[in-house]
């Protein structure tokens, strides 16, 4: 069965501190990306990666750097969160045929 | 620029139909896909069209006009579960970018 995961799934932090979301799949995609959903903006594109440290930036890039060590693996790293970075954070593959498979979603609270 | 756009909100009637559309501006139109998204739950792929014309895929059809940068999600003999937001998301000629996600509409079914 083919799955997108991430963890955590619910986060809460203080304004300044470091956060780490990390996304897993299981079907050797070679393109991931991150996106984060906020009401009245919708889905919106943070990065994306080609394959293991092959990384470029998506729409909204400022804040947040990425990490792909393994090409199961996609992590997304806030350095000194901000309050306006509440939001919910997806991870999504994409498929040969260009499908994107999301995963559940991790909801970052920044206090 | 870039831009998709949908309406808001729709509201209809079980066992009758529903059509969400979908209006784009992009540059290098590379394909457009339908996904539904639960509440609090992450998007699920529906369908992807590239080519003008209606496609049929049973209880839902998406229908694209490349030329007026048009689309839509034809969902047939509606049940209470179909309620639930449907986004469009373009993909540019680039597909290994991400998509470019309209804001979503929310489908109301009611008995």
């Known amino acids: 069965d083919m799955k997108v995961t991430q963890m955590p799934r619910y986060l809460i932090k203080r304004m300044g501190e470091n956060v780490l979301l990390e996304c897993g799949q299981d079907?050797?995609?070679?393109?991931m990306y991150w996106y984060r959903q906020d009401p009245g903006l919708g889905l919106q594109l943070i990065y994306i990666?080609?394959?293991?440290?092959?990384?470029s930036e998506g729409d909204i890039p400022k804040g947040y750097r990425v990490s792909r060590k393994k090409r199961e693996h996609f992590s997304l790293i806030l350095d000194s969160a901000k309050t306006n970075q509440t939001s919910v954070y997806f991870c999504?593959?994409?498929?040969?045929?260009?499908?994107?498979?999301f995963g559940p979603g991790t909801r970052l609270t920044v206090l | 620029g870039q831009g998709v756009e949908q309406p808001a909100k729709l509201m209809s009637v079980e066992g009758t139909f529903a059509r969400v559309n979908c209006t784009y501006s992009?540059?290098?139109?590379?394909?457009l896909s339908w996904y539904q998204q639960r509440e609090g739950q992450a998007p699920v792929f529906l369908s992807y069209?590239?080519?003008?014309g209606l496609k049929d895929s049973g209880h839902f059809s998406t229908f694209l006009s490349r030329s007026n940068g048009y689309s839509y999600l034809l969902l047939t003999e509606l049940q209470i579960k179909d309620s639930a937001s449907y986004l469009c998301?373009?993909?540019?000629?680039?597909?290994?970018?991400?998509?470019?996600f309209g804001l979503g509409t929310r489908v109301s079914v009611f008995p």
């Open positions: 999504a593959s994409r498929d040969n045929y260009a499908e994107q498979f």
């Open positions: 998301a373009v993909r540019v000629s680039n597909y290994a970018q991400g998509l470019t």
């Open positions: 990666s080609y394959d293991v440290d092959s990384n």
């Open positions: 069209v590239v080519l003008d």
């Open positions: 079907m050797s995609h070679e393109t």
């Open positions: 992009t540059s290098g139109f590379n394909g």
